[in-house]
């Protein structure tokens, strides 16, 4: 491996204690590493031999990996920006959940010795293709590893969403909105809604409705190359909103269609010894529920 960026979360690595052990682990076996000027910067790193300051455009451009370090919204930010490009990338945990950032903070030194001896593998996961139509016009389009969710603005008025699977219709949702998932995105904002978690290899789309207004909904699950049609109901006069993996939002108004499918895009994911999904489910999930219960000591 000739050249690794790394793209860091400032607010989760404030005094970058973190990124300095991987910058210092990477340069310890011979890694060329690309860092962001300023970064590199405040950790005293001078342009050299190993280490090249960089703007993040170019370490896109330069970098055969990527390294994240931050919780699960900055891997996802990061993801936006390296999937077209076919970067791998490893997200080291500085947040709180990481089920996509699963290498955690004493783990560093040891996943950079993995990168360098090829004990590692490469997993590609499924991402979403949005689309959003206006009167017959495409107004915004995006891709999400996780999730796209529809919903209300700040009003308190029932969003009705009619949804179709391949044209056919499948019901109104009346309620907060809508969240249409891979199955990455499972253990995000669709599981704190109800929906089904799922192995994240596995091909198919989950639609989820947010706290719908009727007594019997409950979330959807279909192939995944089918197309997901949620039409605004016309009637609906308020602001809602389009989010793509709660970085990006489109507003959106009555009678606006979105359409969502699979990607031709996938995202590179690094897995460093891998871990079972369900034992990465059962440590996330209960690590979560303690923390939980220490905040309210």
Do not use: W
């Amino acid at each position: 491996m000739d050249n690794i960026g790394i793209i860091v979360n400032r607010d989760r690595d404030v005094e970058l204690k973190y990124t300095k052990v991987a910058v210092e682990s990477m340069c310890g076996v011979g890694i060329n590493t690309l860092l962001l000027s300023e970064v590199a910067d405040i950790l005293g790193f001078e342009n050299n031999r190993i280490i090249r300051k960089a703007k993040e455009k170019e370490i896109l451009k330069d970098a055969e990996m990527i390294i994240c370090l931050g919780g699960d919204g900055t891997f996802l930010k990061a993801a936006r920006k390296v999937y077209k490009k076919k970067l791998p990338i490893l997200g080291i945990n500085l947040g709180n959940l990481g089920f996509l950032t699963e290498v955690e903070k004493d783990e560093i030194k040891d996943a950079v010795n993995c990168l360098t001896n090829n004990k590692y593998v490469i997993e590609e996961r499924m991402m979403l293709e949005s689309t959003i139509i206006r009167n017959g016009q495409i107004i915004g389009k995006d891709t999400a590893l996780n999730d796209i969710v529809i919903s209300r603005g700040a009003l308190s008025r029932i969003l009705h969403v009619r949804t179709y699977i391949n044209d056919v219709f499948v019901d109104m949702f009346p309620g907060d909105g809508l969240i249409v998932s891979s199955p990455t995105g499972s253990t995000a904002y669709s599981l704190s809604a109800g929906g089904p978690i799922v192995e994240p290899d596995i091909d198919l789309i989950v639609v989820s409705p947010i706290c719908p207004h009727i007594l019997y909904s409950r979330s959807i699950i279909t192939a995944g190359d089918r197309k997901v049609r949620a039409v605004i109901d016309e009637s609906y006069t308020h602001k809602a909103m389009v989010t793509v993996d709660g970085q990006k939002g489109y507003e959106i108004r009555g009678g606006d269609i979105i359409e969502v499918k699979k990607s031709i895009h996938t995202i590179k994911l690094i897995r460093i010894n891998p871990k079972n999904f369900y034992n990465i489910l059962r440590s996330k999930i209960y690590f979560r529920g303690e923390s939980l219960k220490r905040d309210e000591v």
